[in-house]
């Protein structure tokens, strides 16, 4: 409803009359105007396909689960999940309705699914119910059939138990003969068992509140306590104009947060041994992991102003803790999830931002930082794979430029020179990595090349494509390519001489005689980016088309750019950003010729809960 009323206020400002053939109804329409675009890919452990969500024919945003055989290169549905729903929509509880929110999943239909660790079955939650099925099957097994919601579903790490939450609680189910364990009961009202709060989800990228151990002998969980968190309102609109109150706890700035503790729960006998997480109570759980022997858990510990991060390992047979690393930061610490333990020797791979940028570090266990890994004025992203035998370590970053998202690869025997470079089209690439690392999935897009999956060799040589999606005469956006506008990029310098990125996307029918309005589309805050090199169909486009300049600014404080770029926001918000913003607005005043003075639009969008 925002969207199109302010898409009314300015096309009628811009003079334009006629209708367009790019509508914000066909916008938000079926078949999607980014064609067949497939999500959640995923490579079996043994390597013998590729699966993935795809939306259906009549509406993009119901998912089903597909596969491409790659010894047959065939394509096929796996699980259509109108068959599990017998057609009707599916009703969500408002555990998960917040869950999702938080997880920006705006899907239906399957929207997540999971391997076992022999690859031989699947898992997926589908109605409020769990459902498995073995690779090979006509259908899928209903694990689970209660009047409950079951969510957050994982394998355990050999495949034998499937565990879930349901009404606040932790469970497990025996795969093979259906037997349920109940792992906790005091989970109810504002006790939360095995689940993230509010504030884990929501602003520490953590969406889940358990862990296997390794060998699947026990679960860490947290407990958390909603109770000195205050309740307010939130409002949600429906289409046909209603209105529905819904009570939320919600931490605002300065007041208390949850409590959380940290527990481990045999298997066998359900005994719950607890983590002593510190003296302070008032700290973020930010991340728990495993160590491979299945004996010490970590946890990272963030104070309440996030400038500090301790990586503590808990040692379950002696009771005792021990902090390996601690992060310090005069502003905010950012977290992450590059932790990865080595298999066969006593190290393990860490991120940090202590030299400016985002880079990966080996250490020892004991703490002892062996060397760096990555280097340079730019920015890492994601751990992808770690190749132990190969010693080959495998992650995304912005190597070339922060505009575009790449997968490299670097040598585990610390040497940032053997950096290198795997995905050869320009573009954003999101990636997946074969776990013996021969091979990777690559969905990427460009502004001139709609969404593609392709398997490729790890070297970057495409084998094949999943999705090739060509904007060909049959592409749902062919009849609109004769208007598409492609934006383009560029830099100018902040007051300070601080290099910017901006894109810029002039009318369809520009005409540099002539003179347009513009549209500065901003965000502005933190860990957020809007000048990306890849595909995207969206508000822009249409505004394009009728007559307005586009333009999109990423100011100091936003992401990808390095600590400094990020931290001159801190307590001074509304200052860079501004002055940036007002540098993009003079750029586009020095393009008088074209531009009308005293018409830009400022647009943008900042959500709180």
Do not use: C
Not at 143 to 162: I, Q, W
Not at 328 to 344: D, G, I, P, Q, V
Not at 543 to 561: I, Q
Request: proline content about 4%; charged content about 25%; aromatic content about 10%.
């Amino acid at each position: 409803m925002r969207s199109a009323i302010f898409a009314a206020g300015i096309l009628l400002a811009a003079g334009t009359s006629h209708a367009e053939d790019l509508t914000i109804e066909r916008l938000v329409g079926s078949p999607s105007l980014d064609g067949p675009r497939v999500a959640g890919l995923k490579l079996a452990p043994d390597g013998s396909r590729v699966t993935f969500l795809k939306g259906k024919d009549r509406d993009f945003r119901i998912l089903d689960l597909w596969e491409y055989h790659i010894p047959s290169g065939e394509t096929r549905m796996l699980v259509d999940s109108d068959d599990i729903l017998g057609g009707e929509e599916e009703e969500l509880s408002e555990v998960e309705k917040a869950r999702r929110e938080r997880q920006r999943i705006r899907s239906s239909g399957i929207v997540e699914y999971h391997y076992s660790k022999d690859g031989k079955r699947l898992l997926f939650p589908l109605g409020g119910d769990l459902y498995v099925l073995e690779i090979g099957a006509d259908e899928a097994k209903r694990l689970t059939e209660t009047d409950a919601f079951e969510t957050d579903a994982k394998f355990s790490p050999k495949g034998n138990y499937v565990s879930f939450i349901r009404d606040q609680n932790l469970f497990v189910v025996d795969v093979e003969t259906g037997t349920e364990i109940q792992l906790s009961s005091e989970g109810g009202d504002t006790i939360l068992i095995g689940m993230a709060e509010f504030v884990a989800q929501e602003e520490m990228g953590r969406d889940t509140g358990y862990w296997w151990a390794p060998d699947e002998s026990r679960i860490a969980f947290t407990r958390v306590d909603e109770s000195p968190v205050k309740l307010v309102n939130r409002y949600e609109l429906s289409g046909d104009g209603g209105v529905t109150t819904i009570e939320q706890r919600y931490p605002f700035a300065g007041t208390p947060n949850v409590t959380v503790d940290l527990g481990v729960v045999t298997l066998e006998d359900q005994k719950t041994q607890w983590i002593d997480l510190g003296d302070e109570d008032d700290i973020y759980l930010a991340r728990v992991n495993w160590l491979p022997d299945s004996r010490h858990v970590a946890f990272q510990r963030e104070s309440r102003d996030q400038k500090q991060l301790d990586l503590v390992f808990a040692d379950l047979e002696s009771g005792t803790n021990r902090t390996v690393l601690t992060e310090k930061a005069e502003t905010w610490l950012n977290l992450h999830n590059n932790l990865r333990f080595l298999k066969n020797s006593d190290q393990f791979i860490w991120s940090s931002e202590k030299s400016g940028y985002r880079h990966l570090y080996l250490y020892d266990l004991s703490g002892k930082e062996i060397a760096p890994l990555t280097a340079g004025d730019w920015v890492v992203s994601g751990i992808k794979q770690v190749d132990e035998e190969g010693g080959k370590l495998y992650f995304t970053g912005f190597h070339e430029t922060p505009i575009e998202s790449h997968l490299y690869s670097v040598s585990l025997t610390p040497d940032p020179k053997s950096l290198t470079r795997l995905t050869v089209e320009k573009g954003s690439h999101n990636v997946s990595v074969s776990r013996d690392a021969s091979v990777f999935v690559d969905n990427y897009s460009a502004p001139n090349v709609p969404p593609r999956a392709a398997l490729k060799k790890i070297d970057g040589t495409r084998i094949t494509w999943i999705e090739e999606n060509p904007l060909d005469d049959d592409h749902p956006y062919a009849p609109y390519l004769d208007k598409h506008v492609e934006p383009e990029f560029g830099t100018l310098k902040a007051e300070d001489g601080t290099i910017l990125h901006y894109s810029l996307m002039k009318p369809a029918d520009f005409d540099a005689k002539k003179t347009y309005p513009a549209v500065v589309n901003v965000y502005g805050g933190p860990g957020v980016q809007r000048v990306r090199n890849s595909w995207s169909i969206d508000f822009d486009q249409i505004l394009a088309r009728n007559g307005y300049v586009v333009f999109k600014l990423d100011n100091r404080g936003s992401t990808n750019r390095g600590k400094a770029f990020e931290d001159v926001i801190y307590h001074n918000m509304g200052s860079a950003e501004v002055s940036d913003q007002v540098a993009g607005a003079a750029f586009l005043a020095s393009l008088i010729m074209w531009m009308r003075t005293g018409s830009v639009f400022m647009a943008g969008l900042m959500a709180a809960i």
